[in-house]
Structures are given as C-alpha cells and as structure tokens.
C-alpha cells in the first residue's frame, strides 16, 4: 500500500513524503530537518527532484550523506546520482515512475508520475509537479517563456481526471482569489474556494488535488474558455489583440496575477 503525506516546511512548502513497505521517499527536500524528524527511526531510500530551486534542493547534501540514498531529478542540479530526463520510465517503491520535461518555471523542471496498481480498475496515478502547476495556479516564468509554460501546462492537463496533483506549495486560497476574478459566474471556483477555506482554517493541506478539478477551476488551464479570454483581455490587453490564442491568454493571464 503506498503512502503520501506532506511535509511541511519553510512557510508554505510541502515535502511529499512516500512509503511503500519500508521504503521512505521524499520529493523536494528544500530543507533536511523536518524529513529527519518526519522519518523517526526509519532510513530514507531515495530522494525525487522536480527542479533545481533552493528550497526544493537545500536539504539534498546532508539527507543523501546521512542516509547513503540516490537522488533522482535533472542532470544538471549538483547531488543527482540518477539523472531523468523527458520519457524515462523508472521504478520507484516497486511502482513504475514516468519523467515529463515541463519547463517555464525553470528550463530544468520535471514532473512525475508515480502509476499504482489497482486491481480491476485503471492504475491510481500520482503527479508531482513541483512548481509547474499548482492548486488553481500555476508557477511563475523565472526561466522559461509563456509558450514553454503553457505547453507544459497543457501536458499535465491532458493526464487522465482522476490523477492525483501533489503541488510544492500550499498557494491555493491566494490561487483561488485570482481565479475568482479571472472567472467570475464559474460555481466550480466558488465551491472549491468554501472547501479551501474550511480545511485551511483547521491547519489542513488543501492538496492533493486532481486533473479533473484543476481542468474545472484553473484559470491557467481555461485559457481556451471564451470567458477567460475576455477577463484577461479586458485587463491587461493593450488593443491591438482582438482574437488571442491560447498562449496569447496564458500571457496575459500571468502578468495578471504576478501583480494581483
Ligand atoms: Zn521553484
């Protein structure tokens, strides 16, 4: 039976934590402690990186020294001793781990899909996505251009409804409030942002999430709604575009929110 729980760290990351029998895997460590203490008596087997941002890889060196274990991400992040790149396939905790290149947050993002058997049904799959998408929003363009981004987006957005998003950071209500905006009249935003609410005021992770919600809240996701497309026009447009494609929207749509 696998396992996931967050880790809480810094403000407001979440470290996934992984176990499956005696295994223990933990996906962007940006700091050792709070997984050492998460671990108690157990070893950590291995260590998942989505991208090379300091607080998804800060506790990298002293967790891959202490416990002897791998470290799996992009090549180019100092530590990684199995590097993955875009259509690997793994296996991780006995399960098979599919790699997708996603950049726009960073160039070096992944994201991956940990697929679990479900006897009779389709597979449960589980997505850490790290900073690319979150809970009805998206990462910022540090590195990447609007296109990469929404290219990416659109990746994980084409995953099967029921899989399951585990984001980096617990950003939903914030997320939420630009949605509404984005979206005003869309009741799917209205009734995740009363349950968001509910569990945050108990101290509870609003995550994970799933495809289906996101397709059906996530402005980032709903460039191609005709009703996104003319909130995001009406805010940031400067007249000169009358039919905006999709990525065209994605645009506006993030300069929006980097300054909401
Ligand atoms: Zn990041």
Not at 73 to 91: W, Y
């Amino acid at each position: 039976m696998l396992k996931i729980s967050p880790i809480p760290a810094f403000s407001d990351n979440y470290i996934w934590h992984l176990t499956r029998g005696d295994e223990h895997w933990v996906v962007d460590p940006g700091d050792a402690r709070p997984v050492i203490e998460a671990l108690g008596d157990s070893a950590l087997s291995g260590i998942l990186i989505t991208h090379h941002h300091l607080d998804h890889t800060g506790g990298v060196a002293q967790l891959s020294t202490r416990f002897q274990c791998p470290v799996y991400g992009p090549a180019s992040i100092k530590g990684v001793t199995e590097p993955l790149t875009d259509g690997d396939q793994r296996e991780l905790l006995g399960l098979p781990l599919r790699v997708m290149a996603v950049p726009g947050h960073t160039l070096d993002h992944l994201a991956l899909l940990l697929e679990e058997e479900n006897p009779g049904g389709a597979p449960r799959a589980h997505l850490f996505c790290g900073d690319t998408l979150f809970a009805a929003g998206c990462g910022r363009l540090f590195e990447g251009t609007p296109a990469q981004m929404y290219a990416s987006l659109s990746k994980l957005g084409a995953l099967p409804p029921e899989t399951k998003v585990y984001c980096a950071h617990e950003y939903t209500l914030a997320n939420l409030h630009f949605a509404e905006a984005a979206e005003p009249g869309n009741t799917a935003i209205v009734n995740r942002l009363a349950e968001a609410e509910a569990l945050r005021a108990n101290d509870r992770p609003t995550l994970p999430s799933t495809i289906g919600e996101e397709l059906a809240t996530n402005p980032f996701l709903r460039c191609h709604i005709p009703a996104v497309a003319r909130r995001a026009l009406n805010h940031g447009a400067d007249g000169s575009l009358e039919n905006p494609d999709e990525v065209q929207v994605f645009t506006l749509l993030r300069s929006w929110k980097d300054n909401f």
